[in-house]
T-cell receptor
Framework: DAEITQSPRHKITETGRQVTLACHQTWNHNNMFWYRQDLGHGLRLIHYSYGVQDTNKGEVSDGYSVSRSNTEDLPLTLESAASSQTSVYFC???????????????FGPGTRLTVT | RKEVEQDPGPFNVPEGATVAFNCTYSNSASQSFFWYRQDCRKEPKLLMSVYSSGNEDGRFTAQLNRASQYISLLIRDSKLSDSATYLCVVLTDSWGKLQFGAGTQVVVTP
């Protein structure tokens, strides 16, 4: 069955360290999204990609970067982790526009990141 | 003003009762709307899309009011398993980018 995996599921890191969160999908979806979820804010879009070599900034992109070298993966990098980046991070995918009969996004299980 | 606003709740509902709640959106040009369900500490999952004419899926009914820019979700005959956070979602571009509300928590009690 097609799926989305995220790793690690839990991570504790120190302020200033570089951290990379992995997202891997076997849906063969063109669209991939990274969100963070914090109490009171809901899901906020960090970065997104509509295909290989395409990346775009979301509403809370400062301090984060992504790259898309293949269809399956969109790793999220925190260049220098800050305590304000302590959050739950979700990766999601959706089909591309030409094949789309739904805008449904499929979410991974999330990564809980703590920055101390 | 947030693009998508929801009453955070919680809505405490006796089992078997009906509960309804709304969500407002700020962009009058928005075309597509959805309700997602999120269980505690889990990933969100699509509950239903919201069509212009309103739609029903079992015990769940979604309505869209474009003039007042709100979407509603009604749950009939509530089950304990309906306890969750319900996220109101608006499509923000034609490629599939979504804007999520912060969610409405529903707690169904025996």
């Amino acid at each position: 069955d097609a799926e989305i995996t995220q790793s690690p599921r839990h991570k504790i890191t120190e302020t200033g360290r570089q951290v990379t969160l992995a997202c891997h999908q076997t849906w063969n979806h063109n669209n991939m999204f990274w969100y963070r979820q914090d109490l009171g804010h809901g899901l906020r879009l960090i970065h997104y990609s509509y295909g290989v070599q395409d990346t775009n900034k979301g509403e809370v992109s400062d301090g984060y970067s992504v790259s898309r070298s293949n269809t399956e993966d969109l790793p999220l990098t925190l260049e220098s982790a800050a305590s304000s980046q302590t959050s739950v991070y979700f990766c999601a995918t959706s089909p591309n526009r030409e094949r789309m009969d739904t805008y449904e996004q499929y979410f991974g299980p999330g990564t809980r990141l703590t920055v101390t | 003003r947030k693009e998508v606003e929801q009453d955070p709740g919680p809505f405490n509902v006796p089992e078997g009762a009906t509960v309804a709640f709304n969500c407002t959106y700020s962009n009058s040009a928005s075309q597509s709307f959805f309700w997602y369900r999120q269980d505690c500490r889990k990933e969100p999952k699509l509950l239903m899309s919201v069509y212009s004419s309103g739609n029903e899926d079992g015990r769940f009914t979604a309505q869209l009011n474009r003039a007042s820019q709100y979407i509603s979700l009604l749950i009939r005959d509530s089950k304990l398993s309906d306890s969750a956070t319900y996220l109101c979602v608006v499509l923000t571009d034609s490629w599939g980018k979504l804007q999520f509300g912060a969610g409405t928590q529903v707690v169904v009690t025996p």
